[in-house]
Nanobody, 116 residues
Framework: QVRLVESGGDLVQPGESLRLSCATQ????????MKWYRQAPGKERELVAM????????TYADSVKGRFTISRDDTKFMAYLQMNNLKPEDTARYYC?????????WGQGTQVTVSP
């Protein structure tokens, strides 16, 4: 059974950092790209970052380039999102995502709130 479990969200002040983690199980982790999405209240879910299955290529939303870093640990079947210099507009629920064939899988999300 495919399972994605996010953790690491918190309430932080602007300028601080957080590291989100995504624990995975139920699929061959090394065979799939991993993604992080976020959804703020009243807004559509947006793609934040993606890392290829090889771990050699990453892409980011323009709004987070230079501040966020996606990574993966294939030995632990984990994906991460390091978020630096957080801004109030980064406030959202963050989701880990994997596309297996034609089926997308999501975790339950982890809440990040950036507020003075």
């Amino acid at each position: 059974q495919v399972r994605l479990v996010e953790s690491g969200g918190d309430l932080v002040q602007p300028g601080e950092s957080l590291r989100l983690s995504c624990a995975t199980q139920g699929f061959t982790f090394t065979s799939y790209h991993m993604k992080w999405y976020r959804q703020a209240p009243g807004k559509e879910r947006e793609l934040v970052a993606m890392i290829t299955k090889e771990g050699d290529n990453t892409t980011y939303a323009d709004s987070v380039k230079g501040r966020f870093t996606i990574s993966r640990d294939d030995t632990k079947f984990m994906a991460y999102l390091q978020m630096n210099n957080l801004k109030p507009e980064d406030t959202a629920r963050y989701y880990c995502n994997v596309l297996l064939g034609a089926v997308e899988y999501w975790g339950q999300g982890t809440q990040v709130t950036v507020s003075p």
